[in-house]
């Protein structure tokens, strides 16, 4: 699925991912270049928690450090792969052990 550069914001994300709870199709998400924040990332989480995501996309977009450990936290047990999150305002990361995705390859 591919909704990119402008496709998106916070509240249109959470009604979108309110209606893939369901779904666990999906192997790939784009969303790089929408004005998603961390009230975004919030609503992706129940998907990403129960979705079978080899990648997903979510470059160029103001999720801050907050954004990506709540990504991290909701993929850990999930198959993906391939996590992009370029130019996302991230200064820092802290995490504790084994909170990175188990299958995680590229970053």
Same mark, same amino acid.
Do not use: W
């Given at each position: 699925? !591919?909704?990119?550069?402008?496709?998106?914001?916070?509240? +249109?994300? /959470?009604?979108?991912?309110?209606? *893939?709870?369901? &779904?666990?199709?999906?192997?790939?998400?784009?969303? !790089?270049?929408?004005?998603? /924040?961390?009230?975004?990332?919030?609503?992706?989480?129940?998907? *990403?928690? +129960?979705?079978? *995501? +080899?990648?997903?996309?979510? /470059?160029?977009? $103001?999720?801050?450090?907050?954004? @990506?450990? #709540?990504?991290?936290?909701? #993929? /850990? $047990?999930?198959?993906?792969?391939? #996590?992009?999150?370029?130019?996302?305002?991230?200064? &820092?990361?802290? @995490?504790?052990?084994?909170? @990175?995705?188990?299958?995680? +390859?590229? *970053?």
């Amino acid at each position: 699925v !591919y909704l990119n550069k402008g496709a998106m914001n916070d509240h +249109k994300m /959470s009604f979108f991912c309110r209606g *893939l709870t369901r &779904s666990n199709s999906m192997q790939l998400m784009a969303l !790089y270049e929408n004005n998603l /924040s961390i009230a975004g990332v919030r609503s992706m989480v129940p998907f *990403l928690q +129960k979705n079978n *995501l +080899k990648g997903l996309n979510i /470059s160029d977009n $103001d999720i801050l450090s907050e954004g @990506l450990i #709540l990504l991290f936290q909701a #993929l /850990s $047990d999930s198959p993906i792969e391939d #996590l992009r999150v370029n130019n996302c305002s991230i200064e &820092s990361i802290e @995490l504790a052990s084994g909170r @990175l995705p188990r299958n995680l +390859k590229h *970053l």
